[in-house]
């Protein structure tokens, strides 16, 4: 069975001080991995697409990587505007291109 | 380029009433889906549309209808509301296999 799993749930960091959520994955032939942040009272808001393994993407203070089991996203001397819940989502093959199989997320707060 | 609306965005039920959620996209996708979010869990599929004219099932569908309605719309029937159904509901959509998916704000849904 497909499984994601994000680790840590929750993070609390002082502004500046850079840290990595991490993302693990176990699934049948890797279609694609995304990262997603959602705002309370919204929806999830798309980051990056990754591929492939050693693919890295960055996007300001974050930056997406993967590895043939787990991903991560390393965040950069965060800001407060930073604390969100970062989603991780997995395509597979086994699944099809129609199901996407969410990790449970990391409540991430970044505090002045 | 409003991208993904959900309507309503909050609404009371008792048990066994019915109602209908509603999802449009104006981003010409092809493919519409239904998820509910649950804390603690990630989200998860109730149905989807690859296409206009076809609707399939997710990983939880029992208690839900769907409609693909024309390109741009997709809503989400709950015939006899339960307790179990509280919950946020998300619409997202997709252009091409494996590309992200695209969500809306949520419907928050109590059923008491």
């Known amino acids: 069975e497909d499984q994601v799993t994000q680790s840590p749930e929750a993070l609390r960091l002082q502004e500046g001080e850079s840290s990595s959520l991490n993302c693990s994955y176990t699934v049948s032939g890797l279609r694609g991995l995304f990262w997603y942040r959602q705002d309370p009272g919204k929806g999830p808001e798309f980051l990056f697409t990754l591929y492939s393994a050693g693919e890295e993407k960055e996007k300001e203070r974050l930056k997406a990587t993967l590895t043939k089991k787990e991903s991560f996203l390393h965040i950069t001397a965060p800001k407060p505007e930073d604390s969100a819940t970062y989603l991780c989502a997995v395509q597979a093959e086994n699944t099809g291109f129609q199901k996407l199989v969410f990790g449970t997320g990391t409540r991430l707060l970044v505090s002045p | 380029n409003a991208g993904v609306t959900q309507t309503p965005k909050f609404q009371v039920l008792k048990t066994g009433q019915s109602m209908t959620l509603q999802c449009a996209q104006d981003m010409n996708h092809n493919s519409m889906y239904w998820y509910r979010q649950d804390p603690g869990m990630g989200l998860r599929l109730i149905y989807y549309?690859?296409?206009?004219?076809?609707?399939d099932k997710g990983e939880v569908p029992n208690g839900y209808n769907v409609s693909r309605l024309n390109k741009r719309e997709f809503s989400l029937r709950l015939e006899s509301a339960a307790p179990s159904q509280t919950s946020v509901y998300f619409c997202?959509?997709?252009?091409?296999?494996?590309?992200?998916?695209?969500f809306g704000n949520g419907t928050r849904l109590t059923v008491t």
């Open positions: 997202a959509s997709r252009g091409r296999n494996n590309s992200p998916l695209h």
């Open positions: 549309s690859a296409s206009e004219g076809t609707t």
